[in-house]
């Protein structure tokens, strides 16, 4: 076979992809250079929502097994779904708090707060709550209670509760207190009325 | 052959009318195996015995509560089952234990056998390090399930038997109170009281000195189960249960 016809060939092949790389380069640059400076983002400044409001928590005391409400002043969003992160996440850092009446441990926090219809709260909480609560019926309950009876009294509205843990149907919340389930508030506020202390 | 096969025929009805008889006129008598009985119980129902279901909560891999770095929770409760059923028995009520050993019992098993053994009342006990005395608990309902006609769903099987499960609570609660132990009674998401169709209650049973090492006491323990038996054979008397 001859050769030169073949090596010929083999060159303006190559010469031919060299060219058009060439090309694609050239416009590539040229594209780049025409197109419009990608504007600089601008800082929006976040719209003054803001609001103090007066809550009440019920905060869970171990030592004679009751819920006592407490009055605070909060910052807070004017919209009713952060209103509700933010009231219960002001309650979980009473409990954080060190000599606590309801200890419970420093990450223990609230995720998401969800107004679902119709009359149903779902409430996500971390698993460092479900880790650090001291586990036993009455313990677990007023942890779950008070979390209801802080968001009924700021935020009526709804008639039924559901607890996730880090997003996730959970079954218990330390061994005792079901959070499979979905139960009426009313249930919840019969229980408060028993352990509210004045 | 064939007188003879209807003399047999008339031996055997003969036979089966002397049986019936005899029965009869023991019943009337009131008298079976030289035991005294009623007479009362061959025309009104019979007297339902108070069977008391006690269940040690956990077990197994379930720990439940450390209520000392040496005692678990399921321990715990199952050395005051043990207690409370013989101190029921002590008392004339039959009592049974749904666990008496260390196994992994999961909530639906435990209510599946309650309604099977269908006892007059299931007891599930609990222990806790917070606060003080005893709390007893009845089922807060949740708000899921719906019961189609006569089928009444898993989780709220209870419902039917709830209103029972809070006269006996208050009776109870009230026979406990006179010992002047603490006592409270409350509601709780807690299973598988839920889904129990007979009466059921919960007992947490926590220490009065604020020391959790209390609760694993055997004084202790023997003293919370006498409080607990007594007031329960109180209860039974007033809820001895008629057979239909």
């Keep these: ?198 | 052959m064939r007188w003879s096969s209807g003399a047999a025929r008339v031996c055997i009805l003969g036979l089966i009318c002397c049986s019936i008889l005899s029965r009869g006129q023991q019943a009337a008598s009131g008298s079976v195996s030289g035991e005294s009985t009623p007479a009362a119980t061959t025309s009104a129902p019979a007297q339902r015995p108070f069977v008391i279901l006690i269940d040690p909560a956990h077990g197994g891999s379930d720990t439940g509560a450390l209520i000392t770095p040496t005692a678990a929770e399921k321990d715990i409760n199952l050395n005051v089952a043990r207690r409370l059923k013989q101190e029921l028995n002590a008392r004339g009520i039959q009592a049974q234990l749904l666990r008496d050993a260390d196994v992994t019992i999961s909530a639906d098993q435990r209510a599946a056998s309650a309604n099977s053994v269908d006892p007059a009342l299931y007891i599930a006990l609990h222990a806790s390090s917070l606060g003080p005395g005893i709390r007893v608990f009845t089922a807060m309902l949740p708000s899921a399930g719906d019961s189609k006609g006569p089928f009444v769903a898993w989780e709220i099987a209870q419902s039917t038997a709830l209103d029972h499960s809070k006269a006996i609570q208050a009776q109870l609660i009230s026979a406990i109170q006179q010992t002047r132990f603490p006592v409270r009674g409350l509601i709780a998401p807690l299973r598988p009281l839920n889904n129990v169709r007979v009466p059921a209650l919960a007992i947490e049973i926590s220490p009065t000195t604020g020391d959790a090492a209390q609760v694993a006491a055997t004084g202790y323990q023997q003293m919370v189960c006498a409080a607990i038996a007594n007031a329960l054979s109180s209860v039974a008397r007033a809820n001895t249960a008629v057979r239909p």
């Design chain 1, 1 to 198: 076979m001859n050769s030169r016809p073949f090596f010929v060939l083999t060159c303006c092949l190559c010469v031919i992809a060299l060219a058009m790389s060439f090309y694609v380069w050239q416009v590539r640059r040229q594209a780049v250079e025409e197109s419009p400076p990608t504007p600089t983002p601008e800082v929006v400044a976040t719209p003054s929502n803001a609001i103090r409001k007066q809550v009440t928590l019920w905060v869970a005391h171990d030592d004679i097994g009751a819920l006592k409400a407490e009055s605070l002043s909060i910052v807070t969003s004017s919209e009713r779904q952060r209103q509700a992160e933010d009231i219960l996440r002001a309650l979980l850092s009473v409990y954080t708090a060190k000599g606590s009446p309801h200890s419970l441990p420093s990450g223990a926090g609230i995720k998401n707060v969800f107004f679902a219809d119709p009359g149903l709260v779902v409430i996500d909480v971390n698993s460092e709550i479900v880790g650090g609560q001291t586990s036993g019926v009455l313990a677990e309950e007023l942890t779950v209670a008070s979390l209801v009876q802080t968001l009924a009294s700021n935020l009526p509205g709804f008639s039924r509760v559901k607890f996730l843990v880090d997003g996730k149907e959970g079954n218990t919340l330390a061994g005792h207190v079901d959070l499979s389930n979905v139960y009426d508030v009313a249930q919840y506020l019969d229980f408060v009325k028993q352990v509210s202390a004045p």
